[in-house]
């Protein structure tokens, strides 16, 4: 199983990227889905997630700017971020918990390999 993670870049503050983690190999389904950031010298730190169910999660930093979403028949999942801010800047990983078989009820935690993202002017 793979996750591979694209869509990042250069944008200015106020501008918007749309990442998108895009799951492969063997999967029987896909369970909590999530984003993380890692910014210089600091921890990765969760900015959203999302249940098989639709139900997201936010860090408060990015609550009502960012949208976390995922398209199960595709077995991806985005992150819309809009009104970035400088301090957004980062390398942001997905990352999924995936059940390989029917019975791989618990199912098994992925990283994608992180995809940067630079908000300046």
């Known amino acids: 199983v793979q996750l591979q993670a694209s869509g990042g870049g250069l944008v200015p503050p106020g501008g918007s990227l749309r990442l998108s983690c895009a799951a492969s190999?063997?999967?029987?389904?896909?369970?909590?889905m999530a984003w993380y950031h890692q910014a210089p010298g600091k921890q990765r730190e969760l900015v959203a997630a999302?249940?098989?169910?639709?139900?997201?999660n936010y860090a408060d930093s990015v609550k009502g700017r960012f949208t976390i979403s995922r398209d199960n028949a595709k077995d991806t999942g985005y992150l819309q971020m809009n009104n970035l801010k400088p301090e957004d800047t980062a390398v942001y990983y997905c990352?999924?918990?995936?059940?390989?078989?029917?019975?791989?009820?618990?199912?098994?935690?992925?990283w994608g390999q992180g995809t940067q993202v630079t908000v300046s002017s």
């Open positions: 990352n999924a918990r995936i059940r390989a078989y029917y019975s791989d009820f618990g199912g098994s935690p992925y």
């Open positions: 999302i249940t098989s169910a639709g139900a997201t």
């Open positions: 190999g063997s999967i029987y389904s896909i369970n909590d």
